[in-house]
């Protein structure tokens, strides 16, 4: 039986996903590997932010095609006010949306088709501070066309909920920051794209495929 110091030296893994068999499997594998440790299996995204402001987590397993809620919106939220490693498992071939997770923020990308071994990959990359797109997302992300940008992954977050309408006090609350904050940020994203007032910066952003 693992001593307490083992387990508080693990990493903990968060899996949202709405599928029970994905649930099983990936407690199955991480069980193989002493130290990772399967603190909770979502089958919701609504409640991952309450789960993540209870408890430590230090990995995020999030799958894009989730019920009710888009994966990217949760992904935006979790990454822009919690700053947490997120790495995207999905089944989905829509490389579009992976390639906007990525710009959001997050740090791997690994098909739900890929061999076990590339899961575990990927969390050792992101837990250095690397990105990791396993062979079979990279093929397809290959096709889309990559702009420079220096948007943070808090400015995106702050982007995408400006692009759903929501205001200055909405995305404060939705990320936890101070209404100076994101006002804050809105100017540099005034700047960064080289615009000069907040209702061009969608225009701007959209012209450049950030969103």
């Not at 709405?18 to 407690?27: I, V």
Request: aromatic share 4%; charged share 20%.
């Amino acid at each position: 039986m693992a001593s307490d110091a083992t387990r508080s030296s693990r990493h903990k893994i968060l899996i949202v996903d709405d599928h029970p068999l994905t649930h099983s499997g990936l407690r199955l594998l991480f069980s193989q590997y002493p130290e990772y440790e399967v603190v909770g299996a979502l089958d919701r995204c609504e409640i991952t932010t309450a789960f993540i402001k209870a408890q430590p987590v230090d990995i995020v397993l999030l799958d894009l095609n989730m019920p009710n809620v888009r994966g990217v919106d949760i992904l935006a939220e979790i990454v822009g006010s919690h700053d947490m490693t997120v790495i995207i498992l999905t089944g989905e071939r829509q490389f579009g949306e992976i390639d906007y997770a990525l710009k959001l923020g997050a740090r791997g990308v690994v098909s739900k088709a890929d061999p076990p071994d590339e899961i575990i990959a990927a969390c050792e990359a992101a837990l250095a501070g690397e990105v990791y797109i396993s062979a079979s997302m990279r093929s397809g992300l290959s096709t889309i066309e990559q702009l420079p940008t220096s948007l943070s992954s808090r400015q995106m977050a702050i982007l995408h909920y400006l692009a759903q309408g929501e205001t200055n006090k909405e995305i404060s609350y939705r990320l936890a920051i101070a209404q100076p904050t994101v006002s804050f940020h809105i100017g540099e994203l005034r700047r960064k794209l080289g615009v000069a007032s907040n209702r061009k910066i969608i225009e701007r952003a959209q012209a450049l495929r950030l969103i």
